[in-house]
């Protein structure tokens, strides 16, 4: 009696989990009468066992799991050498695979290059009289699919935080277990692994977390080979949310007017981030000490001395970072003075930067266009790129003792500079660009004055605005063009 209860115990225990896992109908429905039919259910009758339809591709296979019952009277028939048969409309077809157990009342075939569309089967079974039976009451249809389903791409379970490892699922449903889809991804960030289960095909992406993936798209591609020769390929694209500390944090400034000693200096910190910057911090460096001077995205400060060092500090919730200093040298008011910027001012604000006097410049234009790029040269040190370098840069290096006196050219007041002159004491001029759109012509305010620094704004095609900055540089800076 013990023996008999434990049997129905395992017996529950077996069909609930069997009833709570993720697996398809027709393996479902399959695996269930088997299960009841070795359980003695049903099985005074003849019955095929198997799902009323399956679905593939187009020139694919499918399986069709399947399981009979026999009269009890025809059981003793049942031999090794019966022949499974697979019948439409009365019709035997070859294009099948047997792949089960008669004797183990296992009818599951495969059905191969499978080219009509809602089509009935009926399983047949032929041992010699008296056991040759068709099992009409229970056919399966086979249907087409136009296209594969797209793949399902499961994302991480939680934010994924730079530094971090990200782990993407992607499954895609098996229509032909001889021939499953090849899964891969794109780009390919990490370790992939791939593992077929039933029919579905899953791949798993594993990759570092980087603050450069952050709203990349990664696509799962299911391509499915199909035996005739034909490929049919399916995607779905997941955008990555990657969470990091600021990143590329930048400090320039602004002269306002008038921008002389007493005069003020708009300073802007960006900062890449995800989430957002959540709070920026300035500082001003004074000799040795370090001085926090304010907070927020923009500051405005007045200017008093000579020489001015600033830096920010970014942060959000997953980290902070500083950025370079900007500093700003103030001459005297006899000798500083300012061209106000002009052009549309959208994009980056940018100043340049470097010690000594100008000695050479770099202008790059598109073709025909508006300038792209430009880039000074203070001293013998190059300062950063300023815009972009489409092609050769035109190029002006500056002789001893020569200085940069009058910028002029060409703006557009809602696009971009399209035309740029410098004008050198010595007379020489670099010109680049196109002479169309409205006018502008820098110069100082002092005859003693030359160029200090250009200001303004770019944009990812090129210079939006430009402003000048006069006076004279510091003394023990020689003009070296080496």
């Known amino acids: 009696m ?69 009269e009890d009277g025809y059981k003793d028939k049942l031999h090794p050498g019966c022949i499974p048969i697979w019948q439409k409309d009365q019709i035997t077809i070859s294009a099948t695979t047997f792949r089960g157990n008669l004797t183990a009342y296992n009818c599951t075939t495969t059905f191969n290059n499978v080219l009509e569309d809602n089509v009935q089967y009926c399983f047949r079974i032929e041992c010699g009289n008296p056991l040759n039976y068709t099992f009409k009451e229970n056919p399966v249809t086979i249907q087409i699919k136009g296209l594969p389903d797209a793949p399902r791409l499961t994302p991480p379970k939680e934010p994924v935080v730079e530094g971090t490892p990200v782990e993407l699922g992607c499954s895609a449903p098996s229509y032909c277990d001889t021939h499953p889809p090849t899964v891969t991804w794109t780009p390919a960030l990490g370790l992939s692994t791939q593992l077929q289960q039933n029919d579905t095909v899953t791949s798993t992406l594993t990759f570092n977390a980087s603050h450069l993936h952050h709203g990349n798209n990664v696509s799962c591609t299911a391509a499915y080979y199909i035996p005739s020769g034909n490929k049919t390929v399916t995607s779905t694209r997941y955008q990555l949310s990657i969470l990091f500390a600021p990143r590329n944090t930048s400090a320039v400034g602004s002269p306002c007017l008038p921008a002389r000693v007493g005069g003020c200096l708009n300073l802007t910190c960006t900062s890449h981030a995800n989430p957002a910057v959540s709070a920026v911090t300035w500082y001003r460096i004074h000799g040795e000490h370090i001085l926090k001077i304010g907070t927020g995205s923009s500051l405005s ?140 012509n820098f110069y100082p305010e002092h005859e003693e004055a030359e160029l200090r620094i250009l200001s303004g704004r770019f944009d990812g095609g090129g210079i939006t605005s430009l402003g000048a900055h006069w006076g004279l540089a510091p003394e023990g800076y020689g003009n070296s063009t080496s």
């Open 301 to 440: 400060v007045q200017l008093w001395n000579a020489n001015y060092v600033f830096f920010c500090e970014a942060r959000n919730e997953i980290g902070t970072e500083k950025s370079d200093v900007y500093k700003i040298d103030i001459q005297a008011n006899e000798y500083y003075s300012y061209s106000p910027a002009l052009g549309s001012g959208r994009g980056t604000p940018f100043v340049t930067s470097g010690e000594g006097s100008i000695t050479g410049v770099k202008v790059w234009e598109h073709p025909g266009n508006y300038i792209a790029g430009l880039q000074l040269r203070y001293g013998t040190r190059w300062d950063r790129l300023i815009g972009r370098a489409v092609h050769a840069p035109l190029r002006l290096d500056l002789f001893e003792g020569e200085t940069i006196t009058q910028v002029s050219g060409k703006y557009h007041t809602s696009h971009y500079i399209y035309q740029l002159i410098f004008g050198t004491s010595s007379g020489r001029s670099l010109i680049a660009g196109q002479p169309v759109l409205k006018s502008f």
């Open 2 to 70: 013990l023996s008999v209860l434990l049997f129905a115990a395992a017996w529950v225990a077996c069909l609930a989990k069997l009833l709570d896992e993720k697996m398809t109908g027709s393996w479902r429905l399959f695996l269930l009468c088997s299960l009841l039919q070795g359980a003695g259910c049903n099985a005074a009758k003849f019955e095929a066992l198997m799902p009323a339809s399956v679905t593939t591709l187009s020139g694919s296979c499918v399986t069709v799991p399947c399981s009979f019952t026999l």
